[in-house]
């Protein structure tokens, strides 16, 4: 197994283990998983779980009630373009990494069924559904070792083997630096999607570099100019207006959604964010 993963398996299979996760059997618990039905407010429930249209024109608090699952079916997707090789604290690849192996020691710990798919241009390797710890280190290594530059990521093909491939509901996170049209519809009616962003700061806010030859990590093409402050300006719009688009779809789809970046603790953040 790669230096670095087992690195990664160790780090987190003592956060998931020990004491941060508390007495939280995983970071998911499958609400919203499956509805059940409706009923009236009463003190003590989780005022997130209020239905506010039912509410209002009731004219008095109800909550929505959802049937606990026995068993998640937890999908989590690296989608590594060439793009992920890069980071200036550390590589996005690095943290996906990371992720994979919080949310699959997570399922494991809660007796879900975990498995873990590689995508970039086409699918690479899609395990099957397991409840064992080998099954997260696996993954954890093909991340760690999977050449993702000269792949560009082709969203619609994700969509569509996605579609085809799982039969079964189940609760998909797709780790990506999600730059480009994606469009999540299709997969959100019948699955619970999370989309994790895994950003590095420079990238978002670039400083001025002068005269350089520099390599795209998907296509592997070089080019030379000068990166002063029209062309990051430019640059800067291009990203917020992805940004912009990507949060109103996630928004429109009910795609619950993060960012984390290179800098950051990804399971800390990634609690937070699920809480």
Same mark, same amino acid.
């Given at each position: 197994?790669?230096?670095?993963?087992?690195?990664?398996?160790?780090?987190?299979?003592?956060?998931?283990?020990?004491?941060?996760?508390?007495?939280?059997?995983?970071?998911?618990?499958?609400?919203?998983?499956?509805?059940?039905?409706?009923?009236?407010?009463?003190?003590? +429930?989780? $005022?997130?779980? %209020? @239905?506010? !249209?039912?509410? &209002? *024109?009731?004219?008095?608090? /109800?909550?929505? #009630?959802?049937?606990?699952?026995?068993?998640?079916?937890?999908?989590?997707?690296?989608?590594?373009?060439?793009?992920?090789?890069?980071?200036?604290?550390?590589?996005?690849?690095?943290?996906?990494?990371?992720?994979?192996?919080?949310?699959?020691?997570?399922?494991?710990?809660?007796?879900?069924?975990?498995?873990?798919?590689?995508?970039?241009?086409?699918?690479?390797?899609?395990?099957?559904?397991?409840?064992?710890?080998?099954?997260?280190?696996?993954?954890?290594?093909?991340?760690?070792?999977?050449?993702?530059?000269?792949?560009?990521?082709?969203?619609?093909?994700?969509?569509?083997?996605?579609?085809?491939?799982?039969?079964?509901?189940?609760?998909?996170?797709?780790?990506? +630096?999600? $730059?480009?049209? %994606? @469009?999540? !519809?299709?997969? &959100? *009616?019948?699955?619970?999607? /999370?989309?994790? #962003?895994?950003?590095?700061?420079?990238?978002?806010?670039?400083?001025?570099?002068?005269?350089?030859?520099?390599?795209?990590?998907?296509?592997?093409?070089?080019?030379?100019?000068?990166?002063?402050?029209?062309?990051?300006?430019?640059?800067?719009?291009?990203?917020?207006?992805?940004?912009?688009?990507?949060?109103?779809?996630?928004?429109?789809?009910?795609?619950?959604?993060?960012?984390?970046?290179?800098?950051?603790?990804?399971?800390?953040?990634?609690?937070?964010?699920?809480?």
């Amino acid at each position: 197994m790669n230096k670095q993963a087992k690195k990664i398996i160790l780090k987190t299979k003592k956060q998931v283990y020990g004491d941060m996760l508390g007495n939280n059997a995983s970071l998911f618990q499958g609400e919203g998983f499956e509805f059940a039905e409706l009923r009236e407010y009463v003190y003590g +429930d989780d $005022v997130r779980k %209020i @239905d506010w !249209k039912t509410t &209002a *024109k009731l004219g008095k608090p /109800f909550v929505k #009630i959802y049937k606990e699952e026995r068993e998640l079916n937890v999908v989590v997707l690296s989608l590594l373009s060439g793009s992920t090789y890069f980071g200036t604290v550390r590589q996005k690849l690095d943290v996906i990494a990371e992720m994979v192996a919080t949310l699959g020691f997570s399922a494991v710990k809660n007796s879900d069924l975990f498995s873990h798919i590689i995508f970039a241009d086409k699918m690479y390797t899609f395990s099957k559904p397991s409840k064992k710890l080998f099954s997260v280190h696996k993954a954890v290594n093909d991340v760690i070792t999977f050449e993702s530059l000269g792949k560009e990521a082709d969203y619609n093909a994700l969509v569509e083997v996605l579609s085809n491939r799982l039969k079964k509901k189940a609760l998909i996170f797709i780790l990506s +630096d999600f $730059v480009g049209d %994606i @469009d999540l !519809k299709l997969l &959100a *009616k019948k699955h619970d999607i /999370f989309a994790v #962003i895994v950003r590095d700061k420079f990238e978002e806010n670039p400083s001025e570099l002068g005269y350089l030859r520099l390599i795209d990590m998907e296509t592997v093409q070089s080019f030379e100019g000068n990166i002063d402050a029209g062309m990051l300006n430019n640059y800067k719009k291009a990203l917020h207006d992805n940004d912009e688009k990507l949060y109103k779809q996630f928004k429109k789809q009910g795609v619950r959604f993060a960012k984390i970046y290179t800098d950051e603790e990804p399971t800390l953040k990634l609690m937070k964010q699920m809480r």
